[in-house]
């Protein structure tokens, strides 16, 4: 029985070749965008699922609030960690690291620049127990000082092979013996790395606690929970850190909670991290749990939109199938019988469908992960989460497409239906239902429209705003710590270069991991309004390498001796401690151990934007250094290699242990906004997706109606009506409900959008024209799909369309 409903049915669509390629098309490319987001968002969620144990396993992090400033990151002191093993019975394992991001190898006078660094103590491996070994044992891999565990690829990578055991590796100076291999750690990982190292923490360090430097995760038993942790990590803070802040600060830690401070340490489910934080000095930047639910919505709704095509034209054609179901009931067909058929239609659509699906999205992977800066396989189709929820989609989407037609023609009456007149195809209920559904569809188009366009305009805003210093034409030289002495001579053996403007050691700005930050009081300041703020080591002339405005007193000069310890701070700052004239006033640097440093302050810069636009400018302290981490490059316009050249060769004389790494300030500022840019364009692609998928069932929907009046216009030109007339009859009731939808879509996409804005502190305006961009543009689309048909019809003789009365 079963197999003669789906020859049926299969027999059917052959002989509607037009809906039955509209409704193919349109499910398979709403089930293919359905497919590659749903691979992508179950990778998001199996962030860190591969160690044992991994629901137990948190990291710890530290809340600070002094005064008006505030400070939340996954950084913690070190000896927090093993005070825990030894004070709370629920902690079994902790471990401590530092990672770097930027290590040079040298193997053989070869080098290998660019390589993620774990410096950990003995007991890492204990906590993430989830790396296969290939080569020797993690049993006592860092016990011991200069020992080195690495990847498959990275010993592949300095070595050549893999069984590298016992091979000797030099790290900036530093012989490391390799104690064993394992393989890479799984992409889904929120912390990447190369090789993990022994570390070495000073006994002073080993009980500083109000320096915090460290990463810190801990592994908990079976029965201990988030809450226990959390009160013994407050009981941490009341026993070990508030005596090192009164004796460091001068007043109690009441006091400080008092006057609206706060210091606390909190953990952090293993398993959130990738989704749920968004902090300073995450190893890279991390997913977020409100992208994974909006391109669920938007895979969902694509798939709607191809499921309401199916419903639409089979409603519509209602009267094309109204004798065939009246002769089955007469013949005896139930109405379950009938409907079965119905939905086997759209089943087997669904199934063909399914099976297009599948190609289109594994010849679309690399295209998807170049754009959603992702790294899908695929064999990640055949994971059994894909697979079951590839099955229930398959027949959800089967179902709900299926199944108000199948109600629908099933309940004809055989004696009503085998009349002449169409009534049944164009009832108030279901007409109303096809506009409904259609302006639902063109809702949810106008929506993705705009909101790709207020992405693009934010991701251009962002690009084009004014920083107060020029990126342009900015060569960075990384490690430049790896220099030493020989920094100031390298800077200024590139100053004699002609085509370099000027140049200058300074920090790390445009990173994605903050900047540093320390305690500073003004003036004669007490101990208990010190301050955090960032500050940035930075060399003689990095204001004319960066061209930063000094709006008042003067920049450093190398000449003065006095120099050295004075400081230059931005506009925040000096507005922050309410200072008119900041030129002359003191900054006060204490130091946990009681010690402290004073600073005069001989110049103001306009604020500039040296992180993400998410942020806001705030307050800068710039600390002279006669070297640092960078070394920035002004180059003159022209072409940059022919200079960058010489600067490898000065590079090379000064430091050949070491490898010469430049980029440019430019690339650094976009890639903070990477993010951005990518969700603008996965916007665009499903914009384009739905208004195409909408499109195919308006067109489907035009070509009914146009076949449907074919009498209708043939009397009206036969009495005289001219085709814009026609057109606009047929156009009317289509644009209509476009108009609606604009209505419908502009409060939906302004709410969502100005959510998503408000991550940044500086933003565009929503203008109105956006909407009225995105309404035309829908408009425009749908106008063009209906007008073929309109202009089709109305261009055809009245002889002919009155041929058969």
Request: one cysteine or more.
């Amino acid at each position: 029985m079963l197999r003669n409903y789906l020859k049926i049915a299969g027999r059917a669509l052959q002989r509607r070749p037009g809906p039955t390629l509209i409704n193919v098309f349109g499910l398979t490319v709403g089930l293919a965008v359905c497919l590659l987001i749903g691979l992508w968002v179950n990778q998001e969620l199996h962030y860190d699922q591969f160690h044992p144990d991994a629901e137990q396993i948190y990291r710890l992090g530290l809340d600070l609030k002094m005064q008006d400033q505030e400070m939340k990151g996954p950084i913690t002191a070190a000896p927090l960690g093993p005070a825990l093993v030894d004070n709370v019975p629920e902690v079994q394992e902790a471990t401590r690291f530092r990672y770097d991001s930027d290590v040079g190898f040298q193997v053989e006078a070869s080098d290998f620049p660019n390589t993620r660094v774990i410096w950990a103590d003995t007991s890492f491996f204990d906590v993430f127990a989830g790396f296969d070994v290939l080569h020797g044992s993690l049993d006592r891999a860092l016990h011991g000082d200069e020992v080195i565990v690495l990847t498959a690829s990275t010993a592949s990578r300095l070595f050549g092979r893999t069984d590298v055991v016992g091979r000797t590796a030099d790290l900036n100076g530093s012989v490391q013996e390799v104690t064993a291999v394992i393989q890479d750690p799984p992409r889904t990982t929120h912390m990447p790395f190369d090789a993990v190292g022994s570390i070495e923490i000073s006994p002073r360090m080993q009980d500083m606690w109000v320096s915090n430097n460290y990463y810190t995760y801990v592994k908990l038993t079976e029965a201990a929970t988030a809450t226990s942790l959390q009160s013994k990590l407050d009981e941490m803070v009341s026993t070990f850190v508030a005596p090192q802040v009164k004796e460091f600060v001068g007043i109690s830690m009441e006091e400080m909670m008092g006057n609206g401070a706060r210091y606390r340490y909190y953990a952090m489910p293993l398993l959130d991290i990738h989704l749920r934080s968004d902090t300073a000095f995450e190893f890279r930047p991390n997913g977020s749990i409100t992208y994974v639910y909006t391109f669920s919505a938007i895979a969902l709704f694509i798939l709607l939109l191809a499921c309401i095509n199916f419903m639409n034209l089979a409603t519509a054609r209602a009267s094309e199938r109204a004798t065939e179901v009246g002769m089955r009931k007469a013949l005896g067909a139930a109405r379950g019988q009938l409907a079965a058929q119905f939905l086997g239609e759209a089943m087997i659509m669904t199934a063909t469908a399914t099976v297009a699906a599948l190609g289109v999205a594994l010849i679309s992977l690399p295209l998807f992960n170049s754009v959603a800066a992702t790294e899908l396989r695929a064999s990640d189709v055949l994971q059994p989460e894909i697979l079951l929820g590839g099955l229930v989609v398959i027949v959800g989407v089967g179902l709900i497409a299926g199944s108000y037609p199948a109600f629908a023609l099933s309940r004809f009456q055989p004696a009503l239906v085998l009349k002449t007149d169409d009534r049944h195809s164009s009832g108030g209920h279901g007409r109303r239902l096809r506009q409904g559904l259609v302006v639902l569809q063109f809702s949810v188009s106008i929506a993705l429209i705009a909101g790709t366009f207020i992405v693009q305009n934010q991701f251009d805003y962002v690009q084009s705003k004014r920083l107060g210093l020029d990126k342009e034409q900015v060569a960075v030289i990384n490690r430049a710590w790896s220099l030493e002495e020989d920094q100031p001579r390298y800077i200024e053996r590139l100053r004699h270069l002609p085509s370099v403007v000027a140049a200058a050691a300074g920090s790390a700005i445009f990173q994605s991991d903050g900047v540093s930050n320390t305690l500073f009081l003004p003036d004669d300041a007490p101990m208990s309004q010190a301050q955090t703020f960032n500050y940035l080591s930075v060399g003689f002339g990095l204001d004319e390498a960066l061209n930063l405005n000094v709006i008042a007193g003067r920049s450093f000069d190398e000449g003065r001796e006095a120099d050295s310890s004075a400081v230059m701070i931005n506009e925040a700052l000096a507005a922050r401690f309410g200072w008119d004239d900041p030129v002359g006033h003191r900054l006060r640097e204490p130091s946990p151990d009681g010690t402290e440093r004073e600073w005069t302050v001989i110049g103001v810069v306009e604020d500039f934007h040296y992180q993400s636009m998410r942020y806001n400018v705030d307050p800068l302290v710039l600390r002279p250094s006669r070297w640092a981490s960078r070394v920035y490059v002004r180059l003159a316009p022209g072409d940059a290699m022919p200079i960058l050249s010489d600067m490898r060769l000065f590079w090379a004389d000064l430091n050949p242990e070491n490898p010469f790494q430049y980029s440019f300030l430019d690339q650094s500022y976009a890639s903070l906004h990477r993010d951005t840019q990518r969700t603008g364009r996965l916007f665009s692609i499903f914009a384009g997706v739905a208004i195409l998928i909408a499109c195919l069932g308006l067109f489907g929907l035009a070509t009914y109606t146009a076949q449907r009046r074919t009498r209708e216009i043939g009397i009206r030109k036969a009495l005289g009506a001219t085709v814009p007339e026609i057109v606009a009859l047929l156009s009317r009731e289509f644009m209509l409900l476009v108009m609606i939808a604009f209505l419908v879509a502009l409060p939906v996409a302004y709410v969502t959008m100005n959510g998503w804005l408000s991550d940044f502190a500086y933003r565009v305006d929503i203008g109105v024209g956006v909407f009225v961009f995105a309404g035309a543009l829908a408009m425009i689309v749908a106008l063009l799909t209906v007008g073929y048909h309109a202009v089709k019809a109305a261009r055809v003789h009245p002889a002919h369309s009155l041929r058969g009365e």
